[in-house]
């Protein structure tokens, strides 16, 4: 497959960034180090740029028909301004992908989907769109800026006059944004430590970026890779597509029954509908270890007993607390929080805990 | 890219630092930034004697896990005793107190790469 580019890639490689292929793109894994990053984000500021992300442009009088037939949520529910998490159910039981939607007004969504699915997401939503609501792939023309962590927000309070504090979670407007129109700036994130999403027609990006780090030269902003992305998001206990929900775990086994609505009918619904009422038989749930080790993907989860239980679908060591956690499935019986589990690194049966996320909280 | 002359190396990117009968063994400049902030040095073979090639520990980085290889065949003697508090020193001191064990020689020294032999390797 060919290797694309994101539009900063030379502004990455200047400011030293270790490039590595990741979704089909060549991007930032680190700067520096994976647990300064983390920590920069955790306790300052750090701009991630996530452009490789796809964005689809939903509209017409039938965009909320055709994005309430696909996704999980109850997208009737949202406010002009309001963006929520969701899901695309497949047939079968699986997850076509988690996404984003937009609410921009009436008759006009966005949808934000996941860079190693964009192609995928195009072809599925497609599939379902028999009313004729006008969808455009605007993945291409799209920079996204995650500007994360507890200064995020007085650091772009300086670029913008939309008042950013008055944005809830989860909420966006539209406004001038360094000097650029109509940028996207959007309350959400993937760390859990606050901050903004920032969406700039890519002619504009170079600009943007240098005004974030102008603004944030004071309080030491930097660029953080998508090793402290994936440490930050597992602390919080944040899914990862591809690797704790795919195409063949359910919504519900992913502890993703938040979003699961069934005010609607969507794809798959009457079946999802019965195993919510039945019970699912796995559970992902989010853990600690005990012993000292570091659980990473595709390790086996066993009882004390030594019997298999599961396995562990993302681990890392916390930056934050030191010890290793990560997310994985586990037989419905052992996903109490607080159960004793055992998770098998190569070869050593090491004691662990099932934990209430955030893992760090 | 830090590179000593004086030490000998091998194509998965440990170093070997002979001294009569014995000899120091860690994972070289290279490696350590390639795989980024090591968090976690796990050895268990400590008395036991180690093939050539064969693992003889893993080290674990935030984001991966990577086996160990034996340069030479040897004993473990040795852990450096500060890698289980301080595994970060692998990262800001590789071939110096982020020296990871010290083994008794058991076999033949001659498959081992050169300073200058490990840098075309490496490209640098």
Known sequence: MEVKQIPLNDVHVKLGGKMVPFAGFNMPVRYSSDIEEHMTVRNGVGVFDVSHMGEFTIKGPHALDLIQRVTSNDASKLVDGQAQYSCLPNENGGIVDDLIVYKIKDNDYLVVVNASNIEKDWNWISKFNTKGAEMKNISDDICLFAVQGPKAVDVLQKLTKTDLKSIKYYHFAIGEFAGVPNVIMSNTGYTGAGGFEIYVNKQHAEKTWNAIFEAGKDVNIKPIGLGARDTLRLEMGFCLYGNDIDDTTSPLEGGLGWITKFTKDFTNSANLKKQKEEGVKKKLVGFKMIDKGIPRHDYQIKDASGKVIGKVTSGTQSPLLSVGIGLGYVASEHSAVGSEIFIDVRGKSLKAQVAKTPLIG | ?124
Request: no cysteine; aromatic share 8%.
């Open chain 2, 1 to 124: 890219m830090n590179i000593p002359d004086g030490l000998k190396y091998t194509k998965d990117h440990e170093w070997i630092k002979i001294d009569g009968t014995t000899a120091i063994i860690g994972i070289t400049d290279f490696a350590q930034s390639e795989l980024g902030d090591i968090v976690y040095v796990d050895i268990s073979t400590v008395g036991q004697e180690v093939n050539e090639h064969e693992v003889f520990g893993t080290v674990e980085a935030v984001k991966t896990v990577s086996d160990l290889f034996m340069p030479v065949k040897g004993k473990v003697l040795q852990v450096n005793p500060i890698l289980d508090g301080s595994p970060e020193k692998v990262n800001e001191d590789p071939y110096g107190e982020g020296w990871m064990i010290k083994i008794e020689l058991k076999g033949s020294t001659d498959g081992l790469l050169t300073a200058a032999q490990y840098k075309e390797l490496i490209g640098k």
